[in-house]
């Protein structure tokens, strides 16, 4: 697996920042080669996505979710192995850092070769970044969950 990590400092309160992330059906409006995130329930989305020519759909289980904290997942089936971590932290009243760690399993030979030319981590470096430009052009989140999800809810554990 690949693991890829990249933090931006948001000018915006942790909760505007943790609010916006759990809006998935907006990432497509800031990751690059997201084409489509479906929330099917409080735990659980379906992904499309299309990198480097290659069309992907997955699920994602959310396995812990702390408001204001963090927002970790794994996929659950489909086109893609990964699992990772989005933390928050309240820097001042106005200004929050996002990390973001991911691990990822490329399949294919395409995916493996932008694997090795770093692709993927250009690519979250880039997401984060837009993510950035979205919360702050915004001035603000454009909703929220704010409900806990523990690791012992989704039945496996970490």
């Known amino acids: 697996m690949s693991t890829v990590k990249e933090a931006v400092e948001v000018d915006v309160p942790?909760?505007?920042?943790?609010?916006?992330?759990?809006?998935?059906?907006?990432?497509?409006?800031?990751?690059?080669?997201?084409?489509?995130?479906r929330q099917l329930d409080e735990s659980h989305n379906h992904w499309i996505t299309k990198i480097a020519g290659v069309r992907r759909e997955f699920d994602t289980e959310i396995v812990d979710q702390f408001p204001d904290e963090r927002i970790t997942w794994r996929t659950t089936s489909g086109d893609t192995d990964q699992k990772g971590s989005v933390r928050f932290e309240r820097l001042d009243d106005t200004h929050t850092k996002v990390e973001l760690v991911m691990e990822v399993e490329p399949s294919?030979?395409?995916?493996?070769?932008?694997?090795?030319?770093?692709?993927?981590?250009?690519?979250?470096?880039?997401?984060?970044?837009?993510?950035?430009?979205?919360?702050?052009?915004?001035?603000?989140?454009?909703?929220?969950?704010?409900?806990?999800?523990?690791?012992?809810?989704?039945?496996?554990?970490?």
Do not use: C
Request: net charge negative; aromatic share 10%; proline share 3%.
């Open 14 to 37: 942790v909760h505007a920042a943790y609010n916006q992330w759990t809006q998935f059906e907006s990432f497509p409006e800031f990751m690059e080669g997201v084409e489509e995130v």
């Open 108 to 158: 294919g030979a395409a995916e493996k070769t932008a694997d090795m030319l770093g692709v993927l981590d250009r690519r979250v470096k880039g997401d984060m970044k837009r993510f950035k430009q979205y919360i702050e052009q915004h001035g603000g989140e454009s909703g929220g969950w704010r409900g806990r999800i523990r690791p012992e809810d989704s039945g496996r554990s970490l």
